[in-house]
């Protein structure tokens, strides 16, 4: 498929910059919460993060024609779900990081317990946006509440709270890449699969487009996951050493596995994609940046370069 006409770049550029704009907007205080927790909030939210999530809901839905203002409200509702599972994650009971978006954790810069009120809060107010009777009103209640009911699954015990438990349980040494799989499906890869379905089903795709958006997401989600820890792998023997304790996808298949398998789920991803032929090109990109964010950015240990020659020739694009 041509690329030569498509600016990855400006397009991420130009839809992060409407997602900001949304969340500030979101998240101004029309309450009278503490100062402390609004700005703990704010902290945790603004100034910082791809909106990954976001930009993956505004680009399925465009692809079945809605307006971007339209998906919005969801758009923005999965972030502060994503910005809360940070900040939790984040806290000493579970990964214990000083460090979030190249600046102190919240619970670092504003203490733990307005942190965890802070991740309660966000969780919270996403449910505040997605049931605004104004959105209501825009798409019908049966809609809405199918909408809340889709990301509720996708949060919670079903799925990334779910596969955060499964994931304590783990016993180091006994650990396959099958189950490692099956746990980053639920604890990264669910919320990343709520985002691209929201779009296309507030797009009211047919029933066999939502199954390809579902299977091209579950994929983009199970690679964002193993990407980022060949990433994570070059920071722990920096900043975070208590890292070396948790089996990852990297350190339990190996580096080689490792980019065989990112490049096979990149191959899953743009073969969903096939049938929509160019107004399919910003989910094509997202997946290549996706797949391909590692290379030049091997872990220490293992050469790990997920070839793609057009991609390369194309340049880096920042996100
Ligand atoms: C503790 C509530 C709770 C949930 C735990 C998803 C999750 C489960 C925690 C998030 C922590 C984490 C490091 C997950 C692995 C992959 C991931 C989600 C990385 C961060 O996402 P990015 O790269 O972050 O989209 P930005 O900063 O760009 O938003």
Known sequence: MARDNFDMQRYLLNRKSFIDDALVHYLKKDHHATSVLHEAVCYSVLDGGKRFRPILTLAVGELFGVKRRVLLPFACAIELIHCYSLIHDDLPALDNDDLRRGKPSCHKRFGEAIALLAGDALLTESFFIMS???????????LVSKLIREVSDAAGIRGMIGGQSTELELVKGKVTPAALEGLDRLKT????????????????????????????????????QITDDILDAREVSDDKPNHTDIANYLSVAGPARTG????????????????????????????????????????????????????????????
């Open 132 to 142: 605004d009777p104004r959105v209501a009103r825009l798409l019908g209640v049966p």
């Open 189 to 224: 890869g669910a919320l990343i699969t709520t985002a691209a379905r929201v779009g296309a089903i507030i797009g009211e795709a047919a029933r066999k487009d939502l199954d390809r958006v579902t299977r091209y997401a579950q994929s983009l989600g199970l690679a964002f």
């Open 260 to 319: 065989e398998r990112v490049k096979n789920l990149l191959a899953e991803c743009l073969r969903e994609m096939q049938s929509y032929g160019s107004r399919a090109e910003p989910l094509r990109e997202i997946a290549r940046y996706v797949a391909l964010r590692t290379n030049g950015n091997a872990a220490g240990d293992g050469e790990i370069v997920i070839a793609d020659e057009q991609l390369l020739r194309a340049g880096p694009v920042a996100w």
